[in-house]
């Protein structure tokens, strides 16, 4: 069925470091890739999206890129801020369904 | 505010028992879906409703059944519960339009005893 893996688990980083973020989907047909940050006690809530006819895509300290031939995905977060630690899901559209990666546990040490 | 409304906010149950958990989709979406987050784990994707009608189905145990109702609200009915059942269950809505996006909700948070 259709999968999307994550990595790392776990991420540190010092204050005003990146952090950079993977994944890999495995339906070739998956057009639409969002990311989502949970804080916690919270539900996940959409931070950046990127669609297969684009290659890369930036939001301020945020940016996706994507390769479709190699079906991955990566986030990028610049200057990171203590308010970016936080759990970040990627995700992959297959049919009518979003399939998360098992999410990224980000720690941005003052 | 993601204008998605679960509730219960908490639950706590007894092994066996059955529980009704309810989503509200934002104002104007169409689509509900489920999703299950166990402790430390990913967002499992459970069943999708459009417009009152199943659109699609993931790991969803026979225990477990879902419904949208014609004013599109949404239930999540989980019966025999055991205790690898406790775990926050969102509700999100949105998905269908041209963005994509997912509005989760707040989340039910199960625990069963």
Redo the contacts between chains.
């Keep these: 069925g259709e999968n999307v893996e994550q990595h790392p688990s776990t991420l540190s980083v010092q204050e005003g470091d990146s952090a950079v973020i993977k994944c890999t989907y495995s339906d070739s047909a998956s057009n639409y890739f969002p990311w989502y940050k949970q804080e916690l006690g919270k539900g996940p809530q959409l931070i950046i999206d990127i669609r297969s006819n684009v290659g890369e895509k930036k939001d301020q300290r945020i940016a996706v890129t994507l390769n479709k031939t190699a079906k991955h995905f990566s986030l990028h977060i610049t200057e990171t801020q203590p308010e970016d630690s936080a759990v970040y899901f990627c995700a992959a559209r297959s049919s009518y369904k979003l399939i998360f990666g098992s999410g990224t546990r980000l720690l941005v040490r003052p | 505010d993601?204008g998605?409304t679960q509730t219960p906010k908490h639950l706590i149950t007894a092994t066996g028992q059955r529980v009704t958990l309810r989503c509200s989709p934002r104002s104007g979406d169409l689509s509900v879906?489920w999703?299950q987050q166990s402790l430390d784990?990913?967002?499992?994707?459970l069943i999708?409703y459009?417009n009152g009608e199943e659109?699609?189905k993931?790991n969803i145990l026979e225990r477990f059944s879902a419904q949208q109702f014609p004013d599109l609200h949404s239930e999540l009915n989980l019966s025999s519960l055991e205790l690898g059942d406790s775990a926050l269950y969102?509700c999100?809505s949105g998905?269908?339009t041209n963005?994509?996006?997912?509005?989760?909700?707040?989340?039910s948070r199960l625990t069963v005893l």
Excluded at chain 2, 41 to 45: E, K, N, S, Y
Excluded at chain 2, 99 to 107: A, K, N, V, Y
């Design positions: 993601s998605v879906y999703y784990q990913g967002l499992q994707f999708h459009y659109r699609a993931g969102f999100a998905g269908l963005t994509g996006e997912l509005f989760f909700g707040e989340g």
